[in-house]
Each structure stands twice: as C-alpha cells, then as structure tokens.
C-alpha cells in the first residue's frame, strides 16, 4: 500500500503535482437543459448492476465496448461537485455519497482508460518513475469534478477523510485492487448511507484475507488499511470512549463471528499483524476470488 506520508513528501520535494494529466469525461450534460435539483447517481447504479458481480469483480471488457454507459455519469460528476453547486447536496450524507461515489466511478475510468491490464500498478505517468510502485494511479491522472481537477489521492485524502473523519469510509472506497474494499453493486444512497457504510464495513471485516486469527502463533491478520491508516481507526475509537486499538475496532463492526473473534483475541492479547495488499486488478477475466479469501457471515 503507498503511504500518503511517502508520495506527499516526494511531491513536495519535486513539485511535480502540477504534472498530472487531465482525463476528460466522455459525454457531458447538455448546457442548453435545466440544472437538477438534487444530484443523482442513478448512472452509477446502471453501471454497478450490469457490469459488477456479488464479489466485486468488474467485468472491465464489456464496459469499455458501452463505455458512455459509465461516460454520461461521469459527465455528471465533471458537471456537478458539492463545491460546485451546494443546493443539490442536501446535507452531509448527500456531500459524502457523491465523494465515495465519485472516487470509485473515477477509478473505473482509470483503469478502463489503460485497460488491458493485471494490476493498477501497470498504470503509469511520465513523471512518476521516481515515485513509489504504483503512485501513477493515485497521482499521475487527474479528473474534472464540478469543473476542479482532482487525483484519486485528493478525493480519498483531502476531501473525503479530512472533511469525514469515519473510518467506515475505507471500505467504501474501491481502488480497483483485490486489496481493497469488495465494490459494491449499488451507489452509496444519502437516504441510508450509514446503514451502507455499516454493511461494507461488516462485509470487509469478514473476509478471512481482511481479518483471521492464527491460534498457533498468536496472532490477529488484518489488512494492510489498517496498517496505513491505522489512525483513523484508533482515533475513532479514542472519541467514543472505548478501547482505542485495532482489534477493538473490529470488535465493534464486524459481524458476530469476528467481532466475537476480535474480542477475544484482544482481551487475550495476540500481536497483530498486516497482510500485504493485494494489488490484483478485480477483473472477471482474470478469474474468481481465491477460495482462501471466503467470508464468514457478515
């Protein structure tokens, strides 16, 4: 996983971050009809329903031969931002459903854009070479959000978790990587947006590859999100009063069986270690899920 800690620091030394290249969205809303009022993301839901399966796995062939499928709502995203026009972004849950909801359409662009390729790490921009493996995904392209020009590395740093400070939003925030947060079939909706977030967050906790025990050793696995943002969690944890560790954190929002598991591994004192990321491109053509990354029950 590239820590923002890391690239933040080459860029400030290189100042390169005026180097990123813009993507432009493939269709835009006709200026000539009248502003909505209130943004949708009804788009995305056509897209999530027809080309993602119940693992997460996209099937990245088939949207790039309908690619203005995923270009109309990308032209809504270019269009319309909460900075842009406020009044169609109710109140906070509506600002952060359309952030989350931009960061994972963007990323289908990205890859899609580079596609064929195995790994966001393939994607690349000349100038950064110097930077850590796969910083050309997060740094190297740009995309146009209610007329600014944003990286992923903005959205998901100085947008999302700077203006939300809740943990949950990790498991949202789908970087087109085995590693990351399974993407779900349907936009996150302002109108239940906790309940989603509450749901992603219990489906990810699940997932023997995002937590297990090894009862021989002693130890508590989790993923490498909570080794690079492992403050945002305790942090979370410290402001409600409860145990400000990792395995607390899980103990409170995973399902039964985890949470129970966390509980007790925390109680009991096992060390806690990280995963490495997996950074396998979630594309059906590239096969299903490994039977080692089955779920317990959310």
Not at 42 to 64: K, N, S
Not at 174 to 188: H, T, W, Y
Not at 217 to 229: H, N, V
Request: aromatic letters at 12%.
């Amino acid at each position: 996983m590239i820590r923002p800690s890391h690239v933040a620091a080459l860029l400030l030394l290189l100042g390169l971050s005026g180097c990123a290249s813009t993507i432009h969205p493939l269709q835009l809303p006709n200026p000539r009809a009248l502003p909505p009022t209130e943004f949708s993301h009804a788009g995305l839901d056509r897209v999530l329903e027809r080309f993602v399966d119940e693992d997460g796995l996209v099937d990245y062939a088939a949207l790039g031969r309908e690619p203005f499928v995923l270009g109309t709502y990308l032209g809504q995203l270019a269009a319309y931002s909460p900075v842009s026009h406020p009044a169609l972004f109710a109140n906070s849950n509506a600002r952060l459903a359309y952030w989350l909801n931009a960061y994972n359409a963007v990323a289908l662009r990205l890859v899609l854009e580079h596609y064929p390729i195995t790994s966001v790490r393939d994607i690349e921009a000349w100038w950064t070479a110097a930077l850590p493996e796969g910083a050309g995904f997060f740094y190297g392209y740009r995309f146009p959000l209610g007329g600014r020009s944003t990286s992923l590395y903005t959205l998901e740093n100085r947008i999302v978790r700077r203006g939300f400070p809740d943990p949950r939003i990790h498991f949202a925030l789908n970087c087109a990587s085995l590693g990351c947060p399974v993407l779900p079939r349907q936009a996150f909706d302002p109108a239940r947006l906790d309940e989603q977030l509450a749901h992603e967050t219990r489906r990810f906790l699940s997932a023997a590859r995002n937590f297990r025990l090894d009862e021989a050793t002693r130890t508590a696995w989790l993923s490498a999100i909570f080794d690079g943002y492992e403050g945002d969690f305790t942090k979370w944890q410290s402001r409600r009063g409860g145990d400000a560790s990792l395995l607390a954190f899980v103990a409170d929002h995973a399902g039964p069986e985890a949470a129970a598991a966390a509980a007790r591994a925390a109680t009991e004192g096992f060390t806690v270690r990280f995963h490495e990321h997996d950074w396998r491109l979630n594309d059906q053509a590239l096969g299903p899920r490994p039977a080692s990354e089955a779920s317990l029950r959310p």
